[in-house]
Protein backbone atom coordinates (compact mmCIF):
# COMPACT_ATOMS: atom_id res chain seq x y z
CA UNK A 1 0.00 0.00 0.00
CA UNK A 2 1.25 3.30 -1.31
CA UNK A 3 0.51 7.04 -1.74
CA UNK A 4 2.02 9.29 -3.78
CA UNK A 5 2.48 12.98 -2.54
CA UNK A 6 1.10 15.31 -5.20
CA UNK A 7 4.02 17.74 -5.14
CA UNK A 8 7.20 16.74 -6.53
CA UNK A 9 10.48 16.91 -5.16
CA UNK A 10 12.37 19.86 -4.55
CA UNK A 11 14.59 20.33 -7.78
CA UNK A 12 17.99 21.49 -6.07
CA UNK A 13 17.78 17.92 -4.04
CA UNK A 14 19.89 16.58 -6.58
CA UNK A 15 21.09 13.41 -4.20
CA UNK A 16 18.51 10.99 -4.57
CA UNK A 17 19.95 7.36 -3.04
CA UNK A 18 22.53 7.78 -0.16
CA UNK A 19 26.27 8.17 -0.50
CA UNK A 20 29.46 7.30 0.71
CA UNK A 21 29.82 5.83 3.89
CA UNK A 22 26.18 5.95 6.21
CA UNK A 23 24.94 4.31 9.50
CA UNK A 24 22.22 2.21 7.62
CA UNK A 25 19.62 0.96 8.88
CA UNK A 26 18.34 -1.44 6.52
CA UNK A 27 18.38 -2.19 2.92
CA UNK A 28 16.18 -1.85 0.24
CA UNK A 29 15.91 -4.72 -2.57
CA UNK A 30 14.00 -3.65 -5.32
CA UNK A 31 13.11 -7.25 -6.58
CA UNK A 32 11.92 -10.30 -4.90
CA UNK A 33 13.94 -13.54 -6.20
CA UNK A 34 16.40 -16.12 -5.93
CA UNK A 35 19.73 -13.46 -5.90
CA UNK A 36 17.89 -10.82 -3.81
CA UNK A 37 16.66 -13.98 -1.31
CA UNK A 38 20.56 -15.32 -1.02
CA UNK A 39 21.92 -11.64 -0.27
CA UNK A 40 19.31 -11.60 2.52
CA UNK A 41 20.38 -14.43 3.95
CA UNK A 42 23.77 -13.53 3.68
CA UNK A 43 23.37 -10.35 5.04
CA UNK A 44 20.95 -11.58 7.83
CA UNK A 45 21.69 -10.90 11.58
CA UNK A 46 20.76 -11.83 14.92
CA UNK A 47 17.81 -9.41 15.81
CA UNK A 48 17.31 -7.96 11.65
CA UNK A 49 13.76 -8.75 10.35
CA UNK A 50 12.76 -9.16 6.72
CA UNK A 51 9.54 -7.18 5.57
CA UNK A 52 7.44 -6.73 2.23
CA UNK A 53 7.01 -3.91 0.44
CA UNK A 54 4.86 -4.65 -2.35
CA UNK A 55 7.03 -6.26 -4.63
CA UNK A 56 10.16 -5.62 -2.69
CA UNK A 57 12.58 -6.66 -0.14
CA UNK A 58 13.40 -4.57 3.03
CA UNK A 59 16.05 -5.89 5.61
CA UNK A 60 15.39 -3.83 9.12
CA UNK A 61 18.71 -3.56 10.97
CA UNK A 62 18.53 -4.40 14.81
CA UNK A 63 21.99 -2.22 15.42
CA UNK A 64 22.72 0.14 13.17
CA UNK A 65 26.36 0.25 11.76
CA UNK A 66 28.23 2.61 9.57
CA UNK A 67 29.22 0.98 6.04
CA UNK A 68 29.84 1.79 2.30
CA UNK A 69 26.63 2.44 0.29
CA UNK A 70 28.51 0.58 -2.35
CA UNK A 71 29.10 -2.56 -1.08
CA UNK A 72 25.52 -3.66 -0.04
CA UNK A 73 23.25 -5.69 -2.11
CA UNK A 74 20.50 -3.00 -2.48
CA UNK A 75 19.87 0.87 -1.63
CA UNK A 76 20.25 2.01 2.07
CA UNK A 77 18.07 2.92 4.08
CA UNK A 78 18.59 5.71 6.70
CA UNK A 79 16.81 6.66 10.00
CA UNK A 80 15.18 9.97 9.91
CA UNK A 81 13.59 11.05 13.04
CA UNK A 82 11.99 7.59 12.92
CA UNK A 83 11.00 7.21 9.13
CA UNK A 84 13.66 4.77 7.14
CA UNK A 85 14.32 6.74 4.15
CA UNK A 86 16.16 5.89 0.70
CA UNK A 87 17.45 9.12 -0.25
CA UNK A 88 18.33 12.13 1.30
CA UNK A 89 15.30 14.25 2.04
CA UNK A 90 14.33 17.72 2.20
CA UNK A 91 12.92 19.35 5.39
CA UNK A 92 9.49 19.53 3.85
CA UNK A 93 9.82 16.11 2.02
CA UNK A 94 10.60 14.98 5.70
CA UNK A 95 7.62 16.91 7.50
CA UNK A 96 5.36 15.65 4.72
CA UNK A 97 6.65 12.02 4.89
CA UNK A 98 5.89 11.65 8.92
CA UNK A 99 2.22 13.34 8.27
CA UNK A 100 1.31 10.75 6.21
CA UNK A 101 0.43 7.39 7.25
CA UNK A 102 3.60 4.84 6.98
CA UNK A 103 7.26 4.76 7.98
CA UNK A 104 9.08 4.26 4.93
CA UNK A 105 10.14 7.06 2.10
CA UNK A 106 11.01 5.68 -0.90
CA UNK A 107 12.30 7.93 -3.60
CA UNK A 108 10.85 5.96 -7.70
CA UNK A 109 11.28 7.38 -10.46
CA UNK A 110 12.28 10.55 -9.29
CA UNK A 111 9.05 10.80 -7.00
CA UNK A 112 8.88 10.37 -3.18
CA UNK A 113 6.54 7.99 -2.23
CA UNK A 114 5.20 6.91 1.58
CA UNK A 115 4.94 3.42 1.90
CA UNK A 116 3.49 0.89 4.59
CA UNK A 117 4.88 -2.58 5.18
CA UNK A 118 2.63 -5.24 3.69
CA UNK A 119 4.08 -8.42 5.70
CA UNK A 120 6.92 -9.86 8.12
CA UNK A 121 8.16 -12.66 6.09
CA UNK A 122 10.32 -15.73 7.91
CA UNK A 123 13.93 -16.11 5.93
CA UNK A 124 13.93 -19.43 7.38
CA UNK A 125 11.15 -20.87 4.81
CA UNK A 126 13.70 -19.92 1.86
CA UNK A 127 16.12 -22.40 2.95
CA UNK A 128 15.37 -26.17 1.84
CA UNK A 129 16.43 -28.82 3.94
CA UNK A 130 14.43 -31.34 2.38
CA UNK A 131 17.36 -33.50 0.43
CA UNK A 132 19.57 -32.67 3.79
CA UNK A 133 21.05 -36.13 4.90
CA UNK A 134 22.08 -36.68 8.40
CA UNK A 135 25.01 -38.56 9.48
CA UNK A 136 25.84 -40.10 12.51
CA UNK A 137 29.11 -39.67 13.62
CA UNK A 138 31.06 -42.29 14.86
CA UNK A 139 34.49 -41.73 17.41
CA UNK A 140 37.84 -42.42 16.34
CA UNK A 141 39.17 -43.51 19.67
CA UNK A 142 38.47 -46.54 22.03
CA UNK A 143 34.92 -46.18 23.77
CA UNK A 144 35.60 -45.87 27.68
CA UNK A 145 35.85 -48.70 30.03
CA UNK A 146 32.21 -48.96 31.95
CA UNK A 147 31.96 -48.02 35.11
CA UNK A 148 31.22 -50.17 37.87
CA UNK A 149 28.23 -49.94 40.38
CA UNK A 150 30.01 -48.41 43.87
CA UNK A 151 29.85 -51.12 46.61
CA UNK A 152 26.93 -50.48 49.39
CA UNK A 153 28.24 -49.28 52.57
CA UNK A 154 28.83 -51.47 55.09
CA UNK A 155 28.73 -52.02 58.95
CA UNK A 156 31.72 -50.52 60.38
CA UNK A 157 32.29 -53.34 62.59
CA UNK A 158 31.95 -56.00 59.42
CA UNK A 159 34.24 -53.19 57.81
CA UNK A 160 37.12 -53.51 60.10
CA UNK A 161 36.47 -56.95 60.72
CA UNK A 162 35.20 -56.82 64.63
CA UNK A 163 32.49 -59.05 65.99
CA UNK A 164 29.59 -58.46 67.31
CA UNK A 165 29.04 -57.02 70.73
CA UNK A 166 29.18 -59.17 73.82
CA UNK A 167 26.45 -59.46 76.29
CA UNK A 168 27.88 -56.05 78.48
CA UNK A 169 28.94 -53.99 75.69
CA UNK A 170 25.19 -54.69 74.57
CA UNK A 171 23.68 -53.73 77.47
CA UNK A 172 26.43 -50.26 78.15
CA UNK A 173 25.21 -49.31 74.88
CA UNK A 174 21.69 -49.65 75.26
CA UNK A 175 21.82 -47.97 78.67
CA UNK A 176 23.97 -45.16 76.92
CA UNK A 177 21.17 -44.97 74.31
CA UNK A 178 18.28 -45.10 76.08
CA UNK A 179 16.12 -42.59 77.62
CA UNK A 180 15.06 -43.24 81.54
CA UNK A 181 11.36 -43.31 79.97
CA UNK A 182 12.40 -46.11 78.02
CA UNK A 183 12.99 -43.85 74.08
CA UNK A 184 15.69 -43.78 72.55
CA UNK A 185 17.72 -40.56 72.79
CA UNK A 186 19.21 -40.34 68.88
CA UNK A 187 17.64 -37.64 67.22
CA UNK A 188 16.07 -36.30 70.00
CA UNK A 189 14.96 -32.82 69.95
CA UNK A 190 13.88 -32.28 73.46
CA UNK A 191 16.31 -30.85 75.88
CA UNK A 192 17.04 -32.90 78.94
CA UNK A 193 19.69 -33.61 81.61
CA UNK A 194 22.23 -36.16 80.90
CA UNK A 195 22.51 -39.30 82.54
CA UNK A 196 25.22 -40.65 85.15
CA UNK A 197 26.18 -42.97 82.32
CA UNK A 198 26.32 -40.06 80.05
CA UNK A 199 28.82 -37.93 82.25
CA UNK A 200 30.84 -40.78 82.82
CA UNK A 201 31.81 -41.15 79.38
CA UNK A 202 31.79 -37.41 78.37
CA UNK A 203 34.59 -37.51 81.96
CA UNK A 204 36.41 -40.18 80.24
CA UNK A 205 36.50 -39.04 76.92
CA UNK A 206 37.69 -35.37 78.24
CA UNK A 207 40.71 -37.46 79.94
CA UNK A 208 41.60 -39.15 77.02
CA UNK A 209 41.99 -35.97 75.11
CA UNK A 210 43.93 -34.38 77.68
CA UNK A 211 46.50 -37.19 78.04
CA UNK A 212 46.67 -37.22 74.12
CA UNK A 213 47.48 -33.57 74.06
CA UNK A 214 49.75 -33.96 76.99
CA UNK A 215 51.63 -36.64 74.86
CA UNK A 216 51.87 -34.68 71.68
CA UNK A 217 53.52 -31.26 73.75
CA UNK A 218 55.82 -34.10 75.16
CA UNK A 219 56.82 -35.55 71.42
CA UNK A 220 57.15 -32.25 69.81
CA UNK A 221 53.69 -32.33 68.22
CA UNK A 222 50.74 -30.40 67.49
CA UNK A 223 49.44 -28.52 70.70
CA UNK A 224 46.15 -27.83 69.30
CA UNK A 225 43.88 -30.56 70.66
CA UNK A 226 40.19 -31.65 69.29
CA UNK A 227 37.32 -29.83 70.44
CA UNK A 228 35.68 -31.82 73.82
CA UNK A 229 32.27 -32.86 73.61
CA UNK A 230 29.86 -31.43 76.04
CA UNK A 231 28.08 -33.30 78.41
CA UNK A 232 25.13 -33.86 76.16
CA UNK A 233 27.10 -35.30 73.52
CA UNK A 234 26.72 -32.93 71.14
CA UNK A 235 29.99 -31.60 69.24
CA UNK A 236 30.22 -27.36 69.82
CA UNK A 237 32.23 -24.60 69.40
CA UNK A 238 35.18 -24.17 71.03
CA UNK A 239 35.47 -20.83 73.27
CA UNK A 240 38.66 -19.90 71.51
CA UNK A 241 37.34 -19.96 68.15
CA UNK A 242 37.56 -16.28 67.66
CA UNK A 243 40.79 -15.67 69.44
CA UNK A 244 43.81 -14.30 67.55
CA UNK A 245 46.47 -17.71 66.56
CA UNK A 246 49.16 -19.36 68.80
CA UNK A 247 52.74 -18.18 68.63
CA UNK A 248 54.73 -21.34 66.52
CA UNK A 249 54.65 -24.51 68.80
CA UNK A 250 57.98 -25.41 70.70
CA UNK A 251 60.38 -27.68 68.75
CA UNK A 252 59.89 -31.25 68.88
CA UNK A 253 62.35 -33.81 70.91
CA UNK A 254 63.67 -34.96 67.45
CA UNK A 255 64.53 -31.12 66.30
CA UNK A 256 65.86 -30.51 69.73
CA UNK A 257 68.09 -33.76 69.25
CA UNK A 258 69.56 -31.94 65.89
CA UNK A 259 70.33 -28.98 66.94
CA UNK A 260 72.18 -30.15 70.15
CA UNK A 261 74.22 -32.34 67.78
CA UNK A 262 74.69 -29.72 65.33
CA UNK A 263 76.27 -27.53 68.65
CA UNK A 264 78.36 -30.08 69.60
CA UNK A 265 79.99 -30.79 66.31
CA UNK A 266 80.72 -27.15 66.66
CA UNK A 267 82.14 -26.90 69.59
CA UNK A 268 84.42 -29.47 69.10
CA UNK A 269 85.92 -27.51 65.88
CA UNK A 270 85.11 -30.12 62.99
CA UNK A 271 85.42 -27.06 60.31
CA UNK A 272 86.84 -29.00 58.06
CA UNK A 273 83.56 -31.32 57.74
CA UNK A 274 81.73 -28.30 57.13
CA UNK A 275 84.22 -27.10 54.55
CA UNK A 276 83.96 -30.78 52.79
CA UNK A 277 80.40 -30.34 52.64
CA UNK A 278 80.37 -26.93 50.95
CA UNK A 279 83.03 -27.93 48.71
CA UNK A 280 80.94 -31.07 47.62
CA UNK A 281 77.56 -29.47 46.96
CA UNK A 282 79.27 -26.41 45.27
CA UNK A 283 80.61 -29.13 43.09
CA UNK A 284 77.17 -30.73 42.49
CA UNK A 285 75.66 -27.34 42.12
CA UNK A 286 78.44 -26.45 38.96
CA UNK A 287 78.02 -30.01 37.69
CA UNK A 288 74.14 -29.46 37.50
CA UNK A 289 74.10 -26.35 35.86
CA UNK A 290 76.54 -27.69 32.74
CA UNK A 291 74.05 -30.44 32.78
CA UNK A 292 70.98 -28.46 32.24
CA UNK A 293 73.03 -26.25 29.44
CA UNK A 294 73.90 -29.57 27.49
CA UNK A 295 72.11 -32.24 26.03
CA UNK A 296 71.89 -35.44 28.22
CA UNK A 297 68.62 -34.66 29.62
CA UNK A 298 68.99 -37.80 31.34
CA UNK A 299 71.50 -37.01 33.18
CA UNK A 300 70.36 -33.24 33.88
CA UNK A 301 67.08 -34.45 35.86
CA UNK A 302 69.09 -37.36 37.80
CA UNK A 303 71.67 -34.83 39.37
CA UNK A 304 68.81 -31.80 39.81
CA UNK A 305 68.23 -30.57 43.47
CA UNK A 306 64.18 -30.49 44.20
CA UNK A 307 63.13 -26.85 44.90
CA UNK A 308 60.72 -26.71 47.59
CA UNK A 309 57.84 -24.31 47.72
CA UNK A 310 57.30 -24.41 51.59
CA UNK A 311 61.18 -23.18 52.20
CA UNK A 312 61.54 -20.15 50.11
CA UNK A 313 64.60 -19.69 48.69
CA UNK A 314 66.34 -22.36 50.05
CA UNK A 315 66.87 -21.74 53.02
CA UNK A 316 66.55 -23.50 56.39
CA UNK A 317 69.27 -25.86 58.12
CA UNK A 318 72.28 -27.44 55.87
CA UNK A 319 72.62 -30.65 54.69
CA UNK A 320 74.93 -33.18 56.34
CA UNK A 321 74.92 -35.28 53.32
CA UNK A 322 77.10 -35.00 50.17
CA UNK A 323 74.45 -34.77 47.40
CA UNK A 324 74.19 -37.76 45.25
CA UNK A 325 72.56 -38.74 41.48
CA UNK A 326 69.62 -40.49 41.50
CA UNK A 327 68.94 -43.92 40.36
CA UNK A 328 65.94 -43.38 38.65
CA UNK A 329 63.39 -40.58 37.53
CA UNK A 330 60.34 -42.68 38.99
CA UNK A 331 57.76 -39.87 40.36
CA UNK A 332 57.51 -40.19 44.41
CA UNK A 333 53.38 -40.34 45.26
CA UNK A 334 54.32 -38.70 48.78
CA UNK A 335 56.65 -35.93 48.50
CA UNK A 336 59.70 -36.63 50.82
CA UNK A 337 59.64 -34.85 54.05
CA UNK A 338 62.57 -33.08 56.00
CA UNK A 339 66.23 -33.49 55.02
CA UNK A 340 68.68 -30.62 54.65
CA UNK A 341 68.95 -27.62 52.56
CA UNK A 342 71.90 -26.25 50.21
CA UNK A 343 71.38 -22.45 51.20
CA UNK A 344 71.18 -21.58 48.03
CA UNK A 345 70.99 -17.59 47.34
CA UNK A 346 67.98 -15.70 46.30
CA UNK A 347 69.91 -15.06 42.77
CA UNK A 348 70.54 -19.08 42.64
CA UNK A 349 67.40 -20.10 43.47
CA UNK A 350 65.73 -17.88 40.81
CA UNK A 351 68.28 -18.74 38.18
CA UNK A 352 67.76 -22.82 38.88
CA UNK A 353 64.33 -22.61 38.89
CA UNK A 354 64.44 -20.36 35.45
CA UNK A 355 66.50 -23.52 34.35
CA UNK A 356 64.20 -26.35 35.13
CA UNK A 357 61.45 -24.51 33.47
CA UNK A 358 63.56 -24.53 30.41
CA UNK A 359 64.75 -28.40 31.04
CA UNK A 360 60.28 -28.93 31.31
CA UNK A 361 59.69 -27.20 27.85
CA UNK A 362 62.63 -29.51 26.70
CA UNK A 363 60.76 -32.27 27.39
CA UNK A 364 57.51 -31.29 26.34
CA UNK A 365 58.93 -30.38 22.91
CA UNK A 366 60.30 -33.89 23.11
CA UNK A 367 56.81 -35.63 24.21
CA UNK A 368 58.40 -36.82 26.81
CA UNK A 369 55.53 -36.71 29.23
CA UNK A 370 56.59 -38.41 32.45
CA UNK A 371 59.69 -36.64 32.85
CA UNK A 372 58.11 -33.28 32.22
CA UNK A 373 55.71 -34.17 35.19
CA UNK A 374 58.68 -35.59 36.59
CA UNK A 375 60.10 -31.95 36.64
CA UNK A 376 56.76 -30.42 38.06
CA UNK A 377 56.05 -32.69 40.74
CA UNK A 378 59.69 -33.19 42.04
CA UNK A 379 61.61 -30.43 40.98
CA UNK A 380 59.19 -27.70 40.91
CA UNK A 381 56.93 -28.70 43.71
CA UNK A 382 53.99 -28.10 41.44
CA UNK A 383 52.11 -31.13 41.54
CA UNK A 384 48.95 -29.69 40.53
CA UNK A 385 50.54 -29.15 37.29
CA UNK A 386 52.23 -32.28 37.31
CA UNK A 387 48.33 -33.72 37.59
CA UNK A 388 47.13 -32.09 35.12
CA UNK A 389 49.99 -32.78 32.63
CA UNK A 390 49.59 -36.69 33.63
CA UNK A 391 45.62 -36.52 32.65
CA UNK A 392 46.17 -34.54 29.71
CA UNK A 393 48.26 -37.00 27.92
CA UNK A 394 46.48 -40.48 29.07
CA UNK A 395 48.10 -41.39 32.45
CA UNK A 396 45.24 -41.46 34.50
CA UNK A 397 46.13 -43.53 37.41
CA UNK A 398 49.19 -42.13 37.78
CA UNK A 399 47.67 -38.62 38.01
CA UNK A 400 45.46 -40.20 40.80
CA UNK A 401 48.27 -41.60 43.29
CA UNK A 402 50.04 -38.16 42.81
CA UNK A 403 47.18 -36.08 43.43
CA UNK A 404 45.98 -38.27 46.75
CA UNK A 405 49.97 -38.72 47.31
CA UNK A 406 50.85 -35.05 47.57
CA UNK A 407 47.60 -34.39 49.76
CA UNK A 408 45.56 -31.94 46.79
CA UNK A 409 42.17 -31.02 47.40
CA UNK A 410 39.68 -33.87 48.44
CA UNK A 411 37.41 -32.77 45.03
CA UNK A 412 40.47 -32.79 43.23
CA UNK A 413 41.42 -36.11 44.31
CA UNK A 414 37.97 -37.72 44.05
CA UNK A 415 38.11 -36.63 40.21
CA UNK A 416 41.30 -38.11 39.30
CA UNK A 417 40.36 -41.54 40.32
CA UNK A 418 36.70 -41.28 38.72
CA UNK A 419 38.65 -40.32 35.76
CA UNK A 420 41.17 -43.17 36.09
CA UNK A 421 37.89 -45.56 36.23
CA UNK A 422 38.25 -46.62 40.24
CA UNK A 423 34.70 -45.73 41.39
CA UNK A 424 35.23 -47.90 44.46
CA UNK A 425 38.32 -45.60 45.33
CA UNK A 426 36.77 -42.28 44.63
CA UNK A 427 33.75 -42.85 46.82
CA UNK A 428 35.85 -44.29 50.05
CA UNK A 429 38.21 -40.64 49.27
CA UNK A 430 34.63 -38.91 49.27
CA UNK A 431 32.87 -40.43 52.21
CA UNK A 432 36.04 -39.46 54.24
CA UNK A 433 36.34 -36.26 53.21
CA UNK A 434 32.44 -35.36 52.71
CA UNK A 435 33.33 -34.26 49.27
CA UNK A 436 30.11 -35.63 47.00
CA UNK A 437 28.81 -32.65 46.26
CA UNK A 438 32.16 -29.84 45.00
CA UNK A 439 33.76 -33.54 43.00
CA UNK A 440 29.83 -33.98 41.41
CA UNK A 441 30.80 -30.26 39.72
CA UNK A 442 34.21 -30.52 38.54
CA UNK A 443 33.31 -33.84 36.68
CA UNK A 444 30.15 -32.35 35.40
CA UNK A 445 32.06 -30.01 32.97
CA UNK A 446 34.30 -32.96 31.87
CA UNK A 447 33.13 -36.18 32.21
CA UNK A 448 29.12 -36.17 32.77
CA UNK A 449 28.61 -39.86 32.71
CA UNK A 450 31.38 -40.37 35.58
CA UNK A 451 29.66 -37.51 37.64
CA UNK A 452 26.09 -39.04 37.57
CA UNK A 453 27.77 -42.32 38.67
CA UNK A 454 29.42 -40.57 41.80
CA UNK A 455 25.81 -39.17 41.87
CA UNK A 456 24.13 -41.83 42.14
CA UNK A 457 26.89 -43.70 44.35
CA UNK A 458 26.23 -40.34 47.20
CA UNK A 459 22.45 -41.32 46.95
Same mark, same amino acid.
Given at each position: MSERLKTRPDPRATRRVHRGHVRAAGVLLLVDDARARAAILALLRAGDTVERVGRSLVVRRATHERVDVASLPGLALLDQGGVLTSAPLTRDELASARETPGRLALVRDGTLEVVSVDERIDPARWIDVSDLQLVETVSLGLPPPPIVSAPAARPAREALGVGALSPESAALARALFTRSDGGSIVGAGEARRPTLLERIAARLARGAASAVSWLQRMWGGSTSAPPALPSG??????????????????? /? @? !??? %????? *????? $? =??????????????????????????????????????????????????????????????????????????????? /? @? !??? %????? *????? $? =???????????????????????????????????????????????????????????????????????????????? @????????? *????????
Open positions: GTPSMPSNALAPPRPPRAP /G @L !FER %LDAWL *RDRLR $R =LGWQSLGRFLVRKHAEHLEKLLALLEGQDLDAALKHAIPLSNEKGEGTGAPSLTVPSPRTDLAISPRRAKGGGALGLGG /G @L !FDH %LRQRY *RTLYQ $R =LIDRERWKDAAFVLAELLDDAMGAVALLEKHGFHREAAELAEGRELSPPIVVRQWLVARELARAVQIARRHDAFGPAITR @LRTTDREAA *RALAVAWA
